[in-house]
């Protein structure tokens, strides 16, 4: 079975624009975290997705947002991108309550 | 407020050391859960151990043991033996526990101890 996939694996981007993230989860696995890792700091939760509706959000401001499809794919989307975006997107998808979140290779996105 | 510390921000052995990565943790739950992952330069984190609260025990796993003890909110993970490919950064995480058990899906990460084992 295929793992967590993201797409793309780089972006570079201008501030001001927008951008966005693909995640595909595990085949089975209602649930998708994403995640924001900025270099030399651990990954920041930015949201969760269940059955395609929000179930938990993160401090990011509103120009983050996401949502999930019928496949319970998602993607993540950002507004007006700032110098400060630059990070690794990582995306992390889970198959039931009592199991493990695992991890995609993540989108590293450059805002120059 | 959840928080997890590791202090040690890089490591270097020479191969067939042994070496421990530290994490201390806090929590107003009482219930959790704690995790490692490895990411290595690709950037995937890979799964380590999960361990919950209710369960102090030491885990062994291979050349891998972790060392929980609530008394010290201290999670520490130690490589026996290490070798090349043990290089990465290891990150701690902690996360709540949702009333069925499970773990809830925000997971706390500290800032990652690099690992670095010399040939």
């Known amino acids: 079975d295929a793992g967590v996939t993201q797409s793309p694996t780089h972006l570079i981007k201008t501030r001001g624009q927008h951008v966005t993230l693909r995640c595909s989860p595990i085949?089975?696995?209602?649930?998708v975290s994403w995640y924001q890792q900025v270099l030399g700091q651990g990954p920041q939760f930015i949201f969760q997705y269940y059955e395609k509706e929000e179930r938990g959000r993160g401090n990011f401001p509103d120009r983050f947002s996401a949502r999930q499809f019928p496949n319970y794919s998602s993607e993540l989307n950002v507004n007006a991108l700032l110098l400060g975006d630059s990070a690794l997107y990582l995306c992390?998808?889970?198959?039931?309550?009592?199991?493990?979140?695992?991890f995609g290779q993540g989108t590293r996105l450059t805002v120059v | 407020a959840q928080k997890v510390t590791q202090a040690q921000t890089e490591i270097s052995v020479v191969e067939k050391e042994d070496v421990t990565l530290d994490c201390v943790y806090e929590?107003?739950?009482?219930?959790?859960?704690l995790f490692w992952y490895k990411q290595p330069p690709s950037g995937e984190l890979v799964f380590l151990i999960r361990r919950n609260s209710f369960d102090e025990q030491n885990e062994i796993s291979g050349r891998y043991s972790w060392n929980f003890q609530k008394s010290t909110s201290s999670f520490n993970f130690t490589i026996t033996a290490s070798q090349v490919v043990d290089s990465a950064v290891y990150f701690c995480?902690?996360?709540?526990?949702?009333?069925?058990?499970?773990?809830?899906?925000?997971?706390?990460f500290g800032t990652g101890t690099l690992l670095a084992v010399q040939p």
């Open positions: 085949s089975g696995h209602k649930s």
């Open positions: 995480a902690l996360s709540g526990m949702e009333a069925h058990g499970g773990a809830t899906n925000k997971l706390i």
């Open positions: 929590t107003r739950d009482t219930t959790y859960y």
């Open positions: 992390a998808s889970r198959g039931g309550a009592n199991t493990e979140a695992f």
